[in-house]
């Protein structure tokens, strides 16, 4: 028979695991930095552009958490009416496991705390958050696609770029006639009706309109917009690889976080992903210009690390207040 206290201690290391996992992990990160670099010659990077530039990029960072929020905000408008602090924070929350959880498993908090604070069905609420990603990432992908055609200026290019910022529009438009396929290869009896009605709730996780959805999708462009200046204003401040480079370097580090493949809080491949993308879009290979894009890149992290982590702090006095 297992001692009470072992047994104990063994269920909370169990339950606990992939914390444990991601803590190790960034302390490995962080001892590596500090063999590679050191981190005082990482940072000495933020005293030369000045502290209060950060100040303003966490700001600013800050800003698109609100942006996301009221996204949300208008997308459930019935269950979210009037609680916008509390949107907040659970956005916050949200946004705080994505970037600390390893493989994108943070998603899985979404419907989740979307059910317990506003009775929204798991369903519904994850065929929104699905929507919502699917937006981002083509948002980004938009936005590399232009940086690109910038730079070839292709008729071609430009023609092909118009047909794929166009598809959310026409995946929108044709939206029902997918529902009623998907509903129509359904098979009968008892099990075909609690599948299709799992189909309708997904469906009620779409905008209702055409209005609501493109004012979901306005607000994602401004969002991933906003973000990726901001990091690209970063990077110039601190290694100025070029303004395309500095562009490309903030697209990489989103897509990496984008993407399934992600590191628990992002070690390793959002700093990866800059360097990825500054490189696509011209930066220097030089060793010194690279050792320099590096360190902004580990620093660029550490930005959008400490604004999710004071986004959250700052979301925490909205008290949960109860669904009545």
């Not at 303003?56 to 949300?72: E, F, G, N």
């Not at 232009?146 to 166009?166: N, P, Q, T």
């Not at 959310?168 to 396929?181: G, K, N, S, T």
């Not at 993308?277 to 550490?302: D, M, P, R, W, Y």
Request: aromatic letters at 10%; one cysteine or more.
């Amino acid at each position: 028979m297992k001692n009470g206290p072992i047994s104990s201690r063994s269920g909370w290391i169990i339950r606990n695991v992939m914390w444990l996992a991601t803590l190790f992990i960034v302390i490995a990160y962080a001892l590596f930095i500090q063999w590679f670099w050191n981190w005082g010659k990482v940072l000495e990077r933020w005293k030369q552009a000045g502290w209060p530039v950060a100040m303003l990029a966490i700001a600013m960072l800050l800003a698109t958490y609100v942006l996301r929020t009221w996204r949300i905000y208008d997308y459930f408008p019935s269950e979210t009416k009037g609680s916008f602090g509390r949107l907040l924070r659970l956005v916050q929350m949200h946004n705080l496991l994505n970037v600390m959880m390893p493989l994108r498993t943070g998603e899985a908090s979404f419907p989740l705390l979307m059910r317990r604070e506003f009775g929204v069905p798991i369903a519904r609420s994850t065929s929104a958050l699905l929507v919502m990603r699917l937006l981002d990432l083509h948002a980004l992908l938009a936005t590399a696609a232009i940086g690109k055609a910038l730079e070839v200026r292709h008729v071609w290019l430009w023609l092909a770029l118009l047909v794929f910022l166009s598809l959310p529009a026409v995946a929108f438009l044709l939206r029902r006639r997918m529902i009623q396929f998907a509903t129509a290869i359904l098979p009968t009896g008892a099990g075909g009706v609690k599948v299709r009605r799992m189909v309708e709730e997904a469906a009620a996780g779409l905008p209702g309109d055409t209005a609501a959805f493109a004012r979901a999708w306005c607000a994602t462009l401004i969002n991933w917009f906003v973000k990726v200046a901001v990091l690209a204003w970063v990077l110039v401040l601190l290694c100025n690889p070029g303004l395309g480079a500095a562009f490309g370097g903030g697209l990489g580090g989103e897509l990496s976080s984008v993407l399934p493949l992600h590191a628990p809080a992002g070690v390793g491949t959002y700093p990866a992903g800059i360097t990825a993308g500054a490189i696509a879009f011209g930066a220097s290979t030089e060793a010194s210009a690279l050792e320099a894009l590096g360190q902004a890149a580990v620093n660029a992290h550490l930005l959008v690390v400490v604004s999710s982590l004071i986004g959250t702090i700052l979301s925490l006095p909205f008290a949960r207040q109860r669904r009545s």
